[in-house]
């Protein structure tokens, strides 16, 4: 990434002072995560987060109107081209600015020891806010800057751990087998325009009606390959802000905890949507959700954990089987203008081939929703020719 400063200086889209702006209000954004004894702190690094700008307007691999006329697919938007750092892989950096020809991709990336998506939109549209001139507001002060070490409560020594975290800890066991390598897996977008969404509706009554299609139909595609008996596990990332008075709305540290659904695939694939539906709305109502406790045994148990490494959000997981979704589709990103006006695509870069992951991307301003799926290629295809999950979202690669 050094010959793409190199060749550009570092203020050529004006963001330098922006980003001073950013870090002398809030100056842990500038910093780097680092693990000391098995604990991930934010160290000093920079004065300012890292901003880093390639050129792609002579790269024949990406153009504006390409990525327009094809509605912004995964295959066209590869982190290594695109992006600042891979997921999985490089250096921290806080920003990449690459102008393709007839446009400009920004990206942004934080660390997930740091941030869950929910605080990362808060940095971002603070530095937004930044760039249009604004002032941060007390409370935007307050949130950004609070001290995170007792934001989610710890239980009191009585607690013992029960199932509440089973599923979140990970037992360590030495390996006696080679590694297989993992099958060939892909990213690929699907689109669900306002008028897909609103028929979905109808038949879940859910506000993000695509998730139990989503889950329905993955399990679908996996049943020519899998037992009918097989146990799935389907996971959602959820911003415990709402459901715990100690954190406040700007709070922009990690704050999310995973709600597990475990059924036969068999079971999964028969399933209505409404009855799918119903099943994820219980596990995050306010009213019938146990997150709060749950949340805090977790931050418990990692707190006395010797090995941190023992306790994990999504804990063990079968990529062949389960599914990981994490919905951004309230992020506003679509409201962000950063100086250079309103973006036409938010859309989360492909990255190294993660089968039984996906991710809902921020809803446009009129409803429509893409939503990228990480799948081995056999149960892509066999999604593809989906006729009800197609009826409802259009596959765009």
Aim: charged share 20%; glycine share 8%; proline share 8%.
């Amino acid at each position: 990434m050094s010959s793409a400063l190199d060749d550009f200086p570092l203020d050529t889209f004006g963001q330098q002072p922006r980003l001073e702006c950013l870090s002398g209000e809030f100056p842990w954004v500038a910093g780097q995560i680092v693990k000391e004894g098995g604990v991930f702190r934010i160290k000093p690094l920079e004065q300012t987060p890292r901003l880093v700008i390639k050129d792609l307007r002579d790269n024949p691999s990406i153009s504006m109107a390409a990525l327009r006329e094809a509605s912004f697919p995964a295959r066209l938007l590869d982190e290594s081209v695109i992006a600042p750092r891979m997921t999985l892989t490089g250096v921290a950096g806080a920003g990449r600015e690459g102008p393709p020809s007839g446009g400009l991709i920004l990206t942004f990336v934080a660390h997930h020891q740091a941030m869950d998506m929910v605080g990362q939109e808060l940095v971002m549209s603070l530095l937004s806010k930044a760039c249009r001139g604004e002032a941060f507001t007390e409370e935007e002060l307050n949130g950004g800057n609070m001290n995170r070490k007792d934001v989610i409560p710890l239980l009191d020594s009585s607690y013992t751990p029960g199932p509440e975290v089973a599923g979140q800890q990970i037992a360590k066991s030495p390996a006696t087998e080679p590694v297989e390598a993992p099958p060939k897996s892909t990213w690929a977008y699907f689109l669900f325009s306002p008028s897909s969404l609103s028929s979905l509706k109808s038949l879940t009554a859910d506000t993000l009606p695509s998730n139990p299609l989503i889950w329905r139909h993955i399990a679908r595609s996996r049943l020519p390959r899998l037992a009918s008996s097989a146990i799935s596990k389907f996971t959602r990332a959820v911003d415990v802000r709402r459901y715990m008075p100690s954190i406040p709305p700007t709070y922009p540290g990690l704050a999310q905890n995973l709600v597990l659904h475990t059924q036969a695939l068999d079971t999964i694939a028969q399933s209505s949507l409404g009855d799918l539906a119903a099943q994820l709305r219980a596990a995050v109502d306010p009213k019938t959700s146990n997150l709060a406790y749950v949340t805090s045994a977790m931050a418990t148990v990692l707190d006395r954990a010797e090995d941190k490494s023992t306790v994990s959000f999504t804990g063990p997981i079968s990529p062949s089987s389960d599914f990981m979704l994490s919905s951004w589709a309230k992020v506003e990103a679509y409201s962000m203008d950063f100086g250079f006006g309103l973006p036409e695509a938010v859309r989360r870069p492909q990255f190294t081939p993660f089968e039984g992951l996906g991710y809902l991307v921020p809803r446009r301003k009129d409803g429509e929703i893409a939503v990228v799926l990480g799948l081995r290629e056999e149960d892509l295809e066999r999604l593809k020719e989906d006729e009800e999950f197609v009826k409802f979202g259009k596959f765009i690669g």
